[in-house]
């Protein structure tokens, strides 16, 4: 029913609208009716999940239920106090960055409604570290709800080389350790919109990045995004990496740069080419997921995202070996009843395993 309406009323009204607006909107609306516990209940009512205990454990982290916001729609915090009304277990914040970013020029976000994917070419827009952190610290936590913070490179000259970023990202982490800020921490190589480049998709760069990193207690764990789009004989030293540093898992993946995979590629626009997320995510990231459990087993946390639309995509993600599940894109093109009805999917199938 909630699908229906949405998919038959409001999408069609919010379609006709530059994205990008329509974000703004939401991110107004619910920053304020994450205020108030009236509004909270109100929210929770129609899109809340209510059916047996779903709750996981992982990495030392409790999580209500296993589905969480990804990085990159609540880039400033502002949803912290919303988004368990809607179902989620949890959500990540940011990519934030050591110093504000203003974006790239807009239009910087575009609808691929027929390939049910989003051309993302924001460029890390994002108030900062320091701002960021104090919007976290003066918001009371709605309990039960877990809060991320993806870490990127500052989108600017000064962070550009291999050193200098480095030493951005270092002094993101630490500022969110000293502060306590975070329940876990997302370090992201893999934004494919960064004008500096994507240097740590590199292995030969990430050994020195996640060296420096380890010298930061692990007070929370860690997770590194993962790039889906470079071959996989890469993907597999970036994971080598990986296991030998103080990393709980990885979130496969990011965006997909792959155009020619779109289910129609005449839809993407000609001016400008952002990462891609939504359905042209899907193959990808399970193929990587399925690779990374086989080869890491439980030693690597997996965190499944991209081109999740359905109960059935996010149970697949499972089933090939996520622990946990992120998403955007398909909550904007099936509306945000999907969360409900992926936790419900979960607890039916977690019913039939326990019997
Ligand atoms: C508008 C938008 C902005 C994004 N920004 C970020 C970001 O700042 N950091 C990041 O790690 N991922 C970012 N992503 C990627 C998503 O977190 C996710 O990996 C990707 O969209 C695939 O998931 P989906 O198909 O469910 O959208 C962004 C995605 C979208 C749609």
Redesign the pocket.
């Known amino acids: 029913m909630l699908s229906l309406a949405y998919k038959g009323i409001l999408k069609p009204i919010l379609f006709r609208f530059d994205p990008e607006d329509v974000h703004d909107f939401f991110m107004s609306t619910g920053e304020w009716l994450g205020r108030h516990s009236f509004t909270r209940a109100l929210t929770a009512l129609p899109y809340n999940y209510r059916g047996p205990d779903i709750s996981k454990v992982v990495d030392g982290v409790r999580y209500r239920t296993p589905v969480l916001l990804?990085?990159?729609?609540d880039?400033n915090g502002r949803l912290t106090q919303i988004l368990s009304s809607v179902g989620f277990g949890g959500e990540e914040i940011?990519?934030v960055t050591a110093r504000p970013c203003e974006g790239n020029k807009r239009p910087r976000?575009m609808r691929l409604p027929r390939s049910k994917s989003?051309v993302?070419y924001?460029g890390?827009r994002n108030d900062g570290v320091d701002a960021i952190m104090k919007r976290l610290k003066s918001k009371e936590r709605v309990k039960d709800f877990v809060i991320g913070v993806?870490i990127?490179r500052t989108n600017d000259a000064q962070s550009a080389t291999t050193e200098t970023g480095i030493a951005d990202y270092y002094t993101s982490l630490e500022k969110f350790t000293d502060a306590r800020v975070g329940d876990y921490y997302?370090i992201?190589i893999s934004?494919p919109n960064a004008t500096c480049g994507e240097t740590f998709i590199d292995p030969a760069a990430l050994e020195p990045l996640l060296d420096a990193l380890d010298e930061i207690p692990t007070l929370v764990p860690r997770y590194i995004?993962m790039p889906i789009s470079v071959p996989m004989e890469q993907f597999d030293a970036l994971l080598a990496v990986i296991a030998e540093h103080e990393i709980n898992g990885v979130i496969i993946?990011?965006?997909n740069k792959h155009y020619n995979e779109l289910a129609y590629p005449d839809e993407a626009p000609k001016e400008y080419h952002g990462g891609l997320?939504?359905k042209v995510?899907f193959t990808r990231s399970n193929e990587r997921i399925l690779r990374t459990k086989q080869k890491y087993g439980d030693a690597l946390t997996i965190i499944g995202?991209?081109?999740?639309f359905s109960p059935e995509d996010a149970m697949e993600k499972f089933r090939l070996g996520a622990d946990l599940l992120?998403?955007?894109?398909?909550m904007i093109f099936e509306g945000p009843g999907l969360i409900k009805d992926i936790c419900k999917e979960y607890a039916k199938r977690q019913l039939v395993t326990s019997h």
């Open positions: 990804s990085a990159g729609f880039y940011g990519s976000l989003l993302v924001k890390l993806s990127a997302t992201n934004c995004k993946g990011n965006l997320s939504g995510c995202c991209g081109g999740i992120q998403l955007i894109t398909g």
